[in-house]
Each structure stands twice: as structure tokens, then as C-alpha cells.
């Protein structure tokens, strides 16, 4: 998958319905198309640059149903990031 920023394409991971891990080169925010799922999903970020857990961002959690957006990472949010949004 695929998604667009502007321009820009980035890549995307999907397991539909279960998780999705959108890599953010550069930082900065996106909208994710739950479109066709139902239910919760909770949204965490992963820093590549220097690994360990996962951790919170603006936006905790998101529905199923349509695009979402998942807010930016607490932060460095200028910087490379992978958000991971799983059920």
C-alpha cells in the first residue's frame, strides 16, 4: 500500500482490519482510510531513529468506518516516524 502526502508518497503496511503501520519520512501527519472496518484501533508511534516501546501521540485511538487521522507524535515530530494502528 501506498498512501500520498501533497506529492509525496510514503509507504504502508496493512493487515486490514487487524494493523497498520504508515512510516511518516520527515514527520508530520496523515489521514488513514478505515473505510470498510468497524471498531477501535489504538494509535502509537515508533521511533526508527532510535528505537524501543511504542509511545503515545496526539491521538490515542481512532474508529473504524472512514479516514481518520492519526495526529503527530509527542515529539520531533520533524523527523522520521512509523505510526502503528492496531485493533
Not at 486490514?16 to 471498531?39: A, M, P, Q
Not at 494509535?43 to 479516514?67: I, Q
Amino acid at each position: 500500500l501506498f498512501g500520498v502526502i501533497g506529492i509525496e508518497f510514503f509507504p504502508c503496511f496493512a493487515k486490514v482490519g487487524e494493523i497498520y503501520l504508515v512510516f511518516l519520512r520527515d514527520g508530520g501527519t496523515t489521514d488513514l482510510d478505515l473505510s470498510g472496518t468497524t471498531g477501535d484501533f489504538k494509535v502509537r508511534w515508533f521511533n526508527p531513529r532510535a528505537g524501543g516501546a511504542l509511545a503515545d501521540g496526539s491521538v490515542t485511538s481512532v474508529k473504524g468506518g472512514g479516514k481518520v487521522s492519526l495526529g503527530l507524535p509527542l515529539a520531533d515530530t520533524k523527523e522520521d516516524w512509523l505510526a502503528v494502528v492496531r485493533r
